[in-house]
């Protein structure tokens, strides 16, 4: 199906926590007050079979599952479901039974857009408690929202009688009832949720700048590795272009892409300049090492015209002024 399919960018992923919470415990008839308590897959299973009844095995799926062990068995049976149903959608168990609150956010957006395009999201004649009842725990867990269901409407009731109560005061002579009714609760306690909302978002939001720092690091470091190959001297800037836009969704291709766009190293053609350039020191060598051996030619044939002393010594005294010595 499309919604099986359905990217980051879908409206699906845009919405509220509050409104995911409100659709999962108005569909299931549960009390869940943080998206982070679906990590153990038993929700997750019963959404699925609300959205197909009778495709989801209930007698096999725990809600009472506390260990990773337990949940990794709840999410078995969800992917069972998925094969059999012929949905592609990739169930990242690791991140979820971390109770990761973003991760889980993510799941239960997809849920939400998978279930509404099944039927139009149509699921009224679903009878969550009575299903709920053949699973692990599911007794438990009806008990459990069964409770705050039944304090939820004592409050309600006790105020009505209140406020009987001071009508009927208020056309008697008592006077001071007005002061009593006028009391208002402590700020403590009418304090305490809006906290408690404002750390699961501030927990969403460092969730997605920490997914969001580690994305663009890889890519860093793969053009990192990539410059720093001895091979490649010239990056194109097509395939950094590259590596910075793919997605988390195809890293095979990417690094097939980058491969493809990076040319083999070759010895690069010489200019008619540059090779002139590296042939001029040649020469000189050339004609330097010309100049020694004429010179020791040179040297060597003055040597051999040289007249030795003992030629002189073998000249006979002709009469000279030089040679006389009276």
Sequence with gaps: MAA????MMDGAYFVGRNE???????????????VEEAASGAVACQLMDAAHPGAVPMHKVNFDAKTEYDMIQNYKVLQDVFNKLKITKHIEVN????????????????????????????????NALERRENSKGGKETNRRTSVPSQAATKPASHRAQASSHGTKRANGPVVSTPQRSAKTPTPANSGRPA???????????????????DFYFSKLRDIEIMCQNPEIKHV????????LYASEDDPGTEEAEVQTMVPQQQQPALSPILEA?????????????KSISDLEEFEMAAANSRPRLSDISDVQLCGSPLTSFT
């Excluded at 099986?4 to 990217?7: H, L, S």
């Excluded at 995911?20 to 943080?34: E, F």
């Design 277 to 289: 350039s590296e042939e001029r020191p040649r020469h000189e060598a050339a004609n330097k090492r």
């Design 195 to 213: 906290y408690d909302e404002q750390i699961t978002e501030l927990k969403l939001l460092v969730d997605s700048l920490e997914k969001e720092r």
């Design 4 to 7: 099986t399919n359905i990217g």
């Design 20 to 34: 995911i919470l409100a659709w999962i415990n108005t569909t299931l008839q549960l009390g869940l007050s943080k």
């Design 236 to 243: 194109p800037v097509t395939a950094i272009h590259t590596i």
């Design 95 to 126: 991140k979820l039974i971390k109770k990761r609150p973003l991760d889980n956010l993510e799941f239960m957006q997809w849920m939400k857009r998978y279930c509404d395009s099944v039927n139009g999201g149509f699921m009224n004649s679903y």
